[in-house]
């Protein structure tokens, strides 16, 4: 074999295991490409999962936490000028689901600024106030977010307003004026309970009176 035969060969070999060698090496940067998409991939789709978890954690505690708050048990705290307590500590009387519910029934059918015309059922405000001995001549009415408006017991003989826990015989929730709901006759008294300071009186979402 000729010196230029030895050399060719050799120049064949080198390109033969460059070649080898550069195959070897794209093989190489294909497949860290491959595992770098699929550990890429795989961290996307633990987020996208733990992401779904936890909107799914938070729509079921809000879902619960708002069927706690609609599902809460009728309950009336009175204080003020009253003569009888259950509550020594905090000189209250707190009626309870029970209590409000074995207080004679009485409804009201009418239109509100808010309702069709419906019958409203619950105890007359003078028969809570009966009970607690009160001695006041002016109701404040608290609500559950912490609104207050004034109104004369007066009314309690003129109109004969009610403590509504039910309207058209379905309970009252929070989103829809519950869990007690103060009702007064407006379609029979149109002249004087229709208007803003008529619609003022429709007190919703009660949880307190203070007897004045």
């Not at 033969?16 to 795989?42: D, P």
């Not at 708050?69 to 209250?92: C, F, M, W, Y």
């Amino acid at each position: 074999m000729t010196k230029v035969s030895v050399a060719v060969n050799d120049r064949k070999g080198a390109y033969r295991g460059a070649w080898w060698g550069l195959g070897l090496l794209l093989a190489f940067v294909a497949w860290s490409m491959q595992a770098q998409a699929q550990a890429q991939a795989q961290a996307q789709a633990q987020a996208q999962a733990q992401a779904q978890a936890q909107a799914q954690a938070q729509a079921q505690a809000q879902a619960q936490a708002q069927a706690q708050a609609e599902s809460l048990p009728l309950s009336l705290d009175v204080t003020g000028k009253i003569s009888k307590t259950n509550d020594a500590a905090h000189q209250r009387y707190h009626f309870t689901e029970a209590q409000l519910l074995a207080l004679p029934v009485h409804s009201i059918t009418t239109a509100t600024t808010w309702t069709p015309r419906s019958t409203f059922t619950g105890p007359l405000l003078a028969d809570i106030l009966k009970s607690v001995g009160a001695s006041g001549s002016a109701v404040e009415i608290h609500t559950l977010d912490d609104y207050t408006y004034t109104i004369p017991v007066s009314d309690c003989d003129r109109y004969g307003v009610v403590v509504a826990y039910s309207m058209n015989g379905r309970r009252l929730k929070i989103r829809d004026f519950g869990p007690l709901f103060l009702i007064y006759p407006r379609d029979a008294f149109p002249g004087e309970l229709m208007g803003a300071a008529g619609d003022a009186k429709f007190v919703w979402q009660i949880k307190a009176l203070i007897i004045k």
